[in-house]
């Protein structure tokens, strides 16, 4: 018989946005939730060109439009 | 909407302006071939395992100099207001990310949960260990499963760890099951989160409405074409389950079952080696999932020169999107391609339920023995978390 796989219920506990400051670490625990007044929390994701990292900081200076979206 | 804002800003064409795309998407080529076709110059950084926690898209927000949030909301027509509104200087410095993280040795020195997320993060994301790095993201997240079993994004990032390793060079079935089953818990443990539940659909049935996901990719390369372009390839082909035609399964089908059958000599997986994954990864009773069935080459090669792959299947506890599946022959005389096929099934209030069937195949073997072949095979259905092993 060839078998599916099965999961298991979990309970929600999510922990999301990462931010790093200069020499320490922390792993803050909010969906993504940017407030009006508040920094926009730092990030890096890689580029979908060549996977170069894109950090939205190296934008200061600037205006940013940012748009979340998806190709789907 | 992002066309919109991109004609805007084409119109408007502002000098203190920058524009960032963040694309929920687990293959790059495919928003690559997007961009392409949209013909957008503004970068577009990949977020394939939802690091920074969106929850829904699309999500535009206007930020200003200083990196303070100024919109949530931004819509086109109020980009001009906002392009010259002069926001103060915020009295601290928004914090910068640091560059220079060594997440292995953070792991390793503070094994928490958080950081040996963020070691599987960095992996998937920016491929550390090159093509380790899906093994490397995979132990460490079910390290950090360890430390806190129920949480939904590690779950998530998990089965997205697996389904990148079977994309990109496992091809294996057992870890797109993985996948399947870990979007599943992660679904489970926040059915809100929508990038999460467009993951499970990707791959499974439309559970509310018939979305399309990729059915611009036809219309992208015919005009990518047209302009004499050559569009960006896609690395990994579409599933059925990615386009839009698959999403009004009919239950009441009436395939014809293949006759004459009984008497063809049986392939007990020695030739073709059938696996098959469930996606979401269990069911529950009036819910529908996808079952996609995949067909491996061991001791043979596909005989295209003769009638091509069929596959029939039944069920007793359930109904299904179709009875007889088809595999076309390709144009060349033999091949080794593993075969996907996939259908839909609803499940009725049976305890138990599988799919019953059998596959018909031409093969040769590499000497040259060429034979048709029938294999039979039964698919156990999971209900429900309660059912499972």
Known sequence: MIRT??????????????????NESRAQTASYAPKVGQPHVDFILPSIDDGSPIQLSDYRGKKVLLMHFASW | ???????????????????????????????????????????????????????????????DEYGIVQNT??????????????????ETASPVMGK???FAELA???????????????????????????DKAIEAYKAALEKNPNNGTILF???AAYRQRYDEHSHDDADFDMASKYWT?????????????????????????????????????KEIKERGETPIALTVDLTQSELANRSTPNYSNEDAKPESTEEVSRDGGTFILIESTMVPGYVEAEKPATIHMRLVPKGAKWNNESTPLTVWIESEGAKLSKHLLTFDNP????????????????????????????????????DGVCMYRRQDFEIEVPQTANSQD
């Open chain 2, 331 to 366: 144009n060349q005389p033999d091949s080794k391609e593993n075969r996907s096929l996939e259908f839909d099934i609803l499940v009725g209030k049976a305890d138990k339920c599988s799919v019953k069937g059998f596959a018909l195949y031409n093969v040769c073997t590499e």
């Open chain 2, 108 to 134: 390793e020195e503070d094994p928490t949960a958080e950081n040996l997320c963020m070691l599987g993060d960095q992996e998937m994301l920016f491929r550390d260990s090159g093509m380790k790095c899906h």
């Open chain 2, 1 to 63: 909407m992002v066309p919109v804002w991109h004609a805007t800003i084409k119109e408007l064409a502002p000098e203190n302006l920058a524009v960032l795309g963040v694309v929920q998407e687990q293959h790059s080529e495919r928003t690559k071939l997007y961009k392409q076709w949209k013909q957008y110059d503004f970068p577009i950084a990949q977020d394939s395992i939802t690091k920074l926690g969106a929850a829904v898209v699309p999500i535009f927000i206007g930020i």
């Open chain 2, 73 to 90: 909301k931004l819509r086109p027509n109020g980009l001009a207001k906002f392009l010259k509104t002069k926001f103060d200087a915020p």
């Open chain 2, 185 to 221: 818990m992660a679904l489970d443990s926040n059915p809100g989160q929508y990038i999460w539940r467009r993951r499970i659909e990707q791959y499974g049935p439309r559970l509310q409405k018939p979305y399309p996901f990729y059915d611009w990719v036809g219309t992208a390369i």
């Open chain 2, 100 to 102: 220079e993280t060594n």
């Open chain 1, 5 to 22: 796989h099965t999961t298991a219920p979990a309970i929600f506990f999510a922990f999301a946005v990462i931010t790093l400051l200069a």
């Open chain 2, 157 to 159: 990032r998990l089965g």
